[in-house]
């Protein structure tokens, strides 16, 4: 049995100097991680893939998007198709998605607190917008959707560019190990959480600044106080 994942505390001297805090969506936000499997699979005859049940996809949660690219049989030169395709039958069946529970507290929490918000996504702007509806939306500064799965780094430097953050002074909380690249990349820190599509094991070998076990956890990125 893996180990189960704790929550490692959040230094208070980062606490304090942290602005921003930049938040993937589709599996540290929202729970689609069914909606995804089952939307893969609709795809995969199309696109000549290895279908995948919920046993092989759980497997595949230890694996990096290359080895599962490998895996399934998808060449690099396709993602872009299958990208299109997935983020539009998302948006037709968003209603299937839902926030992980406690989201919308503890970001209001962390709004309250006076960090800024704001999201990064591999999904379209639209379906970022629809699955956070308006007032999850509202709090977020700003909205950074349709990024390439190996270029979220690119989109992370627009928001700090945008809203006039130095990198040091934000953090990117994920659930994958492209976000963990990108953060680096970038120059945030780094935080993952261990309910999303990433296994939490595979996620602790990226050795990220901190790790959230539970989401009401996230509350550690609010400054509290001197």
Not at 48 to 58: F, V, W
Not at 112 to 140: F, K, P, T, W
Not at 178 to 187: E, F, K, L, S, V
């Amino acid at each position: 049995m893996p180990k189960q994942p704790e929550t490692r505390p959040w230094p208070a001297g980062e606490r304090r100097s942290c602005e921003l805090v930049i938040f993937d969506l589709d599996g540290t936000l929202v729970d689609s991680f069914g909606l995804f499997i089952s939307i893969y699979n609709s795809l995969a005859g199309r696109y000549r893939l290895k279908p995948l049940s919920l046993d092989e996809a759980e497997r595949l949660r230890q694996s990096s998007p290359r080895e599962i690219m490998a895996r399934v049989g998808l060449p690099y030169r396709k993602l872009p198709w299958i990208a299109r395709d997935f983020m539009s039958l998302m948006g037709q069946r968003r209603h299937e998605t839902a926030l992980f529970g406690g989201i919308g507290r503890v970001l209001h929490e962390l709004h309250g607190r006076g960090l800024r918000l704001a999201v990064v996504s591999a999904n379209s702007l639209e379906n970022c917008r629809r699955m956070l509806g308006d007032d999850i939306g509202g709090l977020m500064d700003c909205i950074e959707g349709g990024a390439s799965l190996f270029g979220k780094h690119r989109r992370i430097r627009r928001v700090l560019a945008i809203l006039g953050v130095q990198p040091g002074r934000a953090i990117y909380v994920g659930d994958q190990l492209p976000d963990a690249d990108a953060a680096r990349a970038a120059g945030v820190a780094f935080g993952a959480v261990s309910w999303g599509y990433g296994a939490p094991e595979a996620l602790a070998r990226q050795r990220p600044d901190i790790t959230f076990a539970r989401v009401e956890d996230l509350g550690l990125l609010a400054p509290r106080g001197p």
